[in-house]
């Protein structure tokens, strides 16, 4: 069952500093295995994905100073940085954000990673939390 254009979490995105601690760390503490492991480039990231059942966590760092990632921890420290909706149309999900007053990051969506198709919307319009619209 889902919940109108939602239809999973794909991932709950975690920005870490050193991405090799972070895995070592859940690979000793739950016996959890790297899924899949990918350099988006054009948003400056490393990220290494988790599967746990049918969603991920991603454990997320910068590849340079100026991603996102990077201005996120130098503001706030690592941690919980956003999740990840699974939508069937992104395109769609994103119209009806901002129908409801979301504010996009991501004016229409692009490629992100796994061959997926994402849009971001910001925290401001979204009750304070990064959003990730996820199209497989």
Do not use: N, W
């Amino acid at each position: 069952m889902t919940s109108g254009l939602l239809t999973e979490i794909d991932h709950i995105a975690i920005a870490v500093r050193d991405l090799e601690a972070a895995i070592a760390y859940y690979q000793q503490a739950f016996g959890a295995e790297v899924h899949h492991r990918e350099i988006v480039e054009s948003d400056g990231v490393e990220e290494a994905l988790i599967k746990v059942a049918d969603s991920f966590i991603q454990l997320t760092a910068a590849t340079r100073p100026d991603s996102p990632i990077a201005k996120s921890i130098e503001k706030r420290g690592e941690g919980l940085h956003h999740v990840g909706y699974r939508v069937d149309d992104c395109a769609a999900a994103l119209a009806a954000m901002i129908a409801a007053g979301a504010t996009a990051i991501d004016t229409v969506p692009r490629p992100g990673s796994r061959g997926t198709t994402v849009a971001f919307v910001h925290p401001k319009g979204s009750f304070g939390t990064l959003i990730e619209l996820v199209q497989e």
